[in-house]
């Protein structure tokens, strides 16, 4: 079996790659794009992506092209911790930095952190947290720092300067393991399922229009624990909604809540109902 993931190895998209599928082939892609229409063109099984941080929110990459582009559907999401580290050549000491190199995420959920202690120093961003650490190894001359993981300063050997900067302890991500729904049989949706997400296109004539969506949920008794809008990308002011719900009802009574809400003239895109597993700790 081969998982693409958004690379390089040691990624935090990495990590979790390897926790849902210790045993796959993983095969890094330098984009959430570029990993995404590898599953699509069946180069590999299943792809894993970054979809929702808990401090910066929606990664829109993803949402944007599975809603644009994809026949992809969730059919696992893995909760990792992410723990940030500031790593520096052997040869650096804190304070020598000058410039510190990161993915935009990654740069924002430490940002407190940088402002304390580094106020004058140049942040860059750059395509993952792991090119940052490769970057920071091969450069040891230019003085600068990385923020990136545990994995990613042991297989560049590099130092941990400040362990765990993240500015909340509670720093998690979500991840999708997706893959090609014609590969994906029906039936298995709701088995063991603990989410899933629907994306809704409203239609433009309908006052009241959401609120009449989401009561199809809520006089069920269907919880939904996140709803956001996206840019249909068409004209100013047309979105679509993002809406992730629980499986705790029975299924033909959450098929019936879509069905409902498609007579009301909403086109529904069913990503897949998910099992969720959390991971509480990474080495």
């Not at 935090?12 to 063109?41: G, M, N």
């Not at 300063?153 to 998690?172: E, H």
């Not at 006089?219 to 939904?224: A, C, E, N, S, T």
């Amino acid at each position: 079996m081969k998982i693409g993931y958004l690379g390089p190895k040691s990624s935090f998209t990495h990590q979790a790659a390897q926790k849902v599928a210790p045993d796959a082939e993983l095969i890094a892609f330098p984009s959430i794009p570029k990993c995404l229409q590898a599953a699509e063109q069946k180069q590999v099984d299943f792809a894993v992506v970054p979809v929702e941080n808990s401090l910066e929110g929606s990664v829109h990459a993803t949402i944007d092209h599975l809603f644009h582009k994809s026949g992809l559907t969730v059919v696992r999401e893995i909760i990792l911790p992410i723990k940030q580290q500031l790593l520096t050549a052997p040869s650096t000491t804190t304070q020598e930095i000058h410039k510190i190199m990161s993915h935009p995420q990654a740069l924002a959920q430490c940002q407190a952190y940088l402002e304390k202690h580094f106020p004058e120093a140049l942040i860059e961003a750059v395509s993952s947290t792991t090119y940052a650490a490769e970057y920071v190894s091969r450069h040891p001359e230019e003085k600068i720092a990385a923020i990136a993981s545990v994995q990613a300063a042991k297989q560049y050997d590099l130092t941990i300067a400040a362990a765990a900067i993240q500015d909340n302890d509670f720093n998690q991500t979500r991840f999708w393991l997706v893959a090609l729904q014609a590969d994906v049989p029906d039936e298995t949706f709701f088995q063991k399922a603990a989410k899933m997400t629907v994306l809704l296109t409203l239609p433009s004539n309908l006052p009241g229009a959401l609120h009449k969506a989401l009561a199809a949920f809520g006089w069920r008794d269907i919880g939904l624990s996140k709803i956001e809008s996206r840019p249909l990308k068409t004209s100013l002011g047309e979105y679509f909604f993002v809406v992730d719900l629980a499986c705790e009802q029975p299924e033909a009574l959450i098929r019936n809540a879509l069905e409902e809400i498609r007579l009301l003239g909403v086109t529904v895109r069913n990503l897949g109902a998910y099992p969720v597993k959390v991971i509480t700790e990474t080495k």
